[in-house]
């Protein structure tokens, strides 16, 4: 009686330990894959919310055409998801193209600082101007909050990539400290 207890405690502390192992890879997998995560979100989640703040059931290619041919800083949207593609793809760009050593000091940081900075400064301009102007224009509520959102979401991107790549030149310059301290060990200093 007692031995079968034991055996279904064991199995249960099995099972416990497995998933603490699943859960501990899984979020390691996650923080090591975090620029390219990000890349995604920054594509899809503002593309998303300028689709639903358009109009749900009229989305095509020829609402999109119309869109970007009648556009005016003022009242259009369709730039927010186009400067977030192309601040993706250019940090994505430059993260590839980096080893480690580069990524730690140079390129990835800065240039993710300059896309997000450039395009934090470019988000606001336009969120003062369609919100200063947006009296003039008759909005539904639903619309209006998917704009807040779609503005809130680009500038949390924005902000997210400088932190994402702070974050990697962080990692690579204590993998280049460990490394460097390593060859040390390794090599004695000639006197």
């Known amino acids: 009686m007692g031995f079968l207890k034991e055996d279904r405690r064991t199995k249960v502390l099995r099972w416990v330990k497995t998933i603490f192992f699943l859960i501990s890879m899984l979020i390691s997998l996650l ?3 975090a620029p390219i995560l990000l890349v995604i979100a ?3 989640l503002p593309s998303l919310l300028l689709s639903a703040s358009i109009s749900p059931y009229s989305l095509s290619i020829q609402t999109l055409s119309s869109h970007l041919s009648n556009y005016d800083f003022r009242y259009s949207l369709i730039d927010i998801p186009v400067i977030s593609i192309v601040r993706s793809v250019i940090i994505l760009c430059v993260y590839s193209l980096c080893d480690g050593p580069r990524l730690s ?5 800065g240039i993710a600082t ?4 450039s395009s934090l400064v470019f988000v606001s301009l336009k969120a003062s101007y369609v919100f200063a102007h947006s009296s003039s224009m008759d909005r539904g509520g639903y619309v209006r909050v998917m704009e807040m959102a779609l503005f809130v979401c680009s500038l949390a991107l924005a902000v997210a990539h400088v932190v994402v790549a702070y974050r990697i030149s962080c ?3 204590r993998k280049l400290l460990v490394y460097k301290i390593d060859i040390e060990a390794i090599y004695p200093k000639e006197i």
Do not use: A, Q
């Not at 000091?105 to 940081?109: E, K, S, V």
């Not at 300059?114 to 900075?117: G, N």
């Open 31 to 33: 923080l090591f894959s």
């Open 42 to 44: 920054d594509t899809l």
């Open 105 to 109: 000091r140079g390129p990835y940081l």
């Open 114 to 117: 300059i896309c997000s900075v």
């Open 171 to 173: 990692r690579e310059r």
